[in-house]
């Protein structure tokens, strides 16, 4: 039997297990949507914008973990992609971007041809890991499948991961930093085994929130949180740097400046080769996966108690720490929301004021339930990542934190292209921060009552949408 090149795509992807793609159709890419209509093991979700899509994929992808796909036409269909790629790439998100282009023998001609971007391949190079064009339907299903070289998590080596815990034994004030890449290889309970045994407080970076609860009294703050985490990173004298590639925005770009003197060493492990020694040098290196890194270190290190000098009252008052425009407006609403939400419901927030408190505040409990822009810091995340988190995890609460001017509020909605029937109703929740906290207050105002935070909120939960009942 002949397949289509759209047969060939879509036959791929449920080979490889996908089950919800986000997009828009156009003329060029009508191959797939015919393969989409006659198959029902893939779900598509139409946007109202390619950005929106992708952004929804981006969510998908940072709520679940699995690969987020999204299916947009040639020239703008395929440009609209792009800050949503330039974010998902910059967060180290996983995203699949299936695009048409014009016919072959017209690429690369500038003959004005419909939708023509020249070379359009090349605007996808500088922000994806991989970006080719196909121009054998029959090689699809290989390069679907995994971007060669890119897929694997190898181990680390024993014996580097020995000489970590010699270092780590015997240092007196070790501190871990913990990043997306122990979210990405699901190593949460390998790193709480480690900083339990070493009694290491944990920094987590915003990609790798939620990998130990922050409630946690191990956990010490979120990198970039000046306050919280420099006198800490001052004092230790092993930093051990899992899954985390101390971008320059966490480290240097905004209120943390961190360095590291000769007397301290620094441990870092991580999956890409690329990211050892870019801003910051390691005394050792360590290529591989943070799962089985975190492992193997903790069965190195085996049982006992920690013995280490950190004085806990100390770290503890450092964390709490707050300069004066941390207003009691801006701790009410982390209060009210974190109150209203469950520990495994997903907060998604857009680029906005009160997400800068967010990023550092709002007290994450779980992997994955923190989506914010930390790659690009994007404005008009937000509602797209939450459908996208929501599609993913519709048993969760989810909740997207805008400011007004989040541009794709009102523009994306999700329309499922399946039978009335069989439609799942999708609530997600916008909560603007000035609106919540105002109704919360007049609540109380009206009904001294109340059972304290979270009322305002939590009053809400039934409505469609909290920014109409916050009015
Ligand atoms: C795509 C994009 N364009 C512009 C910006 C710059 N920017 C950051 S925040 C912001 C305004 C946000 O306003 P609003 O959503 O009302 O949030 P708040 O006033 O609460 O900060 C702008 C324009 C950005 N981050 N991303
Ligand atoms: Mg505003």
């Known amino acids: 039997m002949i397949r289509t090149g759209g047969e060939w795509v879509v036959e791929a992807l449920r080979a490889e297990g996908v089950r919800h793609v986000f997009g828009i159709p156009g003329v060029h890419n009508l191959?797939?949507?015919?393969?989409?209509?006659?198959?029902?093991?893939?779900?598509?979700?139409?946007?109202?914008?390619?950005?929106?899509?992708?952004?929804?994929?981006?969510?998908?992808?940072?709520?679940?973990?699995?690969?987020?796909?999204?299916?947009?036409?040639?020239?703008?269909?395929?440009?609209?992609?792009?800050?949503?790629?330039?974010?998902?790439?910059?967060?180290?998100v996983p995203v699949l971007a299936?695009?048409?282009?014009?016919?072959?023998?017209?690429?690369?001609?500038?003959?004005?041809?419909?939708?023509?971007?020249?070379?359009?391949?090349?605007?996808?190079?500088?922000?994806?890991?991989?970006?080719?064009?196909?121009?054998?339907?029959?090689?699809?299903?290989?390069?679907?499948?995994?971007?060669?070289?890119?897929?694997r998590r190898p181990p680390c080596d024993v014996h580097e991961i020995a000489e970590a815990a010699r270092l780590l034994r015997s240092a007196r004030k070790p501190l871990l930093v913990a990043g997306g890449g122990v979210i990405a290889a699901g190593a949460h309970a390998e790193l709480a085994r480690v900083a339990r045994r070493l009694g290491t407080p944990v920094i987590t970076s915003v990609m790798g929130r939620g990998a130990i609860p922050e409630t946690d009294p191990l956990w010490q703050?979120?990198?970039?949180?000046?306050?919280?985490?420099?006198?800490?990173?001052?004092?230790?004298?092993?930093?051990?740097?899992?899954?985390?590639?101390?971008?320059?925005?966490?480290?240097?770009?905004?209120?943390?400046?961190?360095?590291?003197?000769?007397?301290?060493?620094?441990?870092?492990?991580?999956?890409?080769?690329?990211?050892?020694?870019?801003?910051?040098?390691?005394q050792l290196g360590v290529v591989g996966d943070a799962k089985h890194g975190l492992a193997r270190l903790a069965e190195t290190l085996g049982g006992g108690?920690?013995?280490?000098?950190?004085?806990?009252?100390?770290?503890?008052?450092?964390?709490?720490?707050?300069?004066?425009?941390?207003?009691?407006?801006v701790a009410d609403f982390i209060r009210i929301l974190r109150d209203s939400t469950a520990a495994d419901g997903i907060v998604v927030c857009d680029q906005t004021n009160m997400n800068y408190w967010m990023?550092?505040?709002?007290?994450?409990?779980?992997?994955?339930?923190?989506?914010?822009?930390?790659?690009?810091?994007?404005?008009?995340?937000?509602?797209?990542?939450?459908?996208?988190?929501?599609?993913a995890k519709p048993d969760r609460q989810v909740v997207a934190v805008v400011g007004e001017r989040a541009p794709d509020c009102r523009e994306v909605q999700p329309r499922h292209r399946v039978p009335r029937a069989q439609r799942q109703p999708l609530r997600c929740d916008q909560v603007p921060p000035g609106a919540t906290v105002r109704a919360e207050r007049r609540d109380r105002a009206r009904e001294p009552g109340l059972p304290g935070a979270g009322a305002g909120l939590r009053r809400r939960r039934g409505s469609r949408s909290v920014s109409r009942g916050a009015g």
């Open 98 to 151: 299936v695009m048409s282009d014009i016919a072959l023998p017209l690429v690369g001609r500038d003959l004005g041809a419909l939708h023509e971007v020249v070379n359009q391949i090349e605007c996808f190079r500088p922000m994806t890991r991989w970006a080719e064009a196909v121009t054998d339907a029959r090689t699809i299903p290989r390069d679907v499948q995994a971007p060669p070289g890119r897929s």
């Open 359 to 391: 990023e550092w505040r709002h007290p994450v409990l779980a992997p994955r339930t923190f989506l914010y822009p930390i790659g690009s810091a994007t404005l008009g995340y937000a509602v797209p990542a939450a459908i996208g988190a929501k599609i």
């Open 305 to 329: 108690q920690p013995d280490v000098d950190w004085d806990r009252a100390w770290l503890a008052a450092l964390k709490t720490s707050a300069n004066e425009r941390y207003t009691s407006d």
């Open 221 to 282: 703050g979120v990198l970039a949180n000046k306050r919280a985490t420099e006198a800490a990173f001052g004092a230790a004298d092993v930093v051990f740097v899992v899954g985390c590639r101390l971008t320059h925005r966490s480290t240097q770009g905004l209120l943390l400046n961190l360095s590291f003197g000769p007397e301290q060493t620094l441990i870092h492990l991580d999956l890409d080769p690329m990211v050892l020694g870019k801003l910051y040098k390691p």
């Open 31 to 92: 191959a797939i949507y015919d393969a989409l209509l006659r198959q029902d093991a893939i779900q598509h979700v139409l946007a109202r914008h390619e950005a929106g899509a992708t952004f929804m994929a981006a969510g998908y992808a940072r709520a679940s973990g699995d690969p987020g796909v999204v299916i947009v036409t040639t020239g703008p269909g395929a440009t609209n992609t792009l800050t949503p790629l330039v974010e998902a790439y910059a967060s180290g």
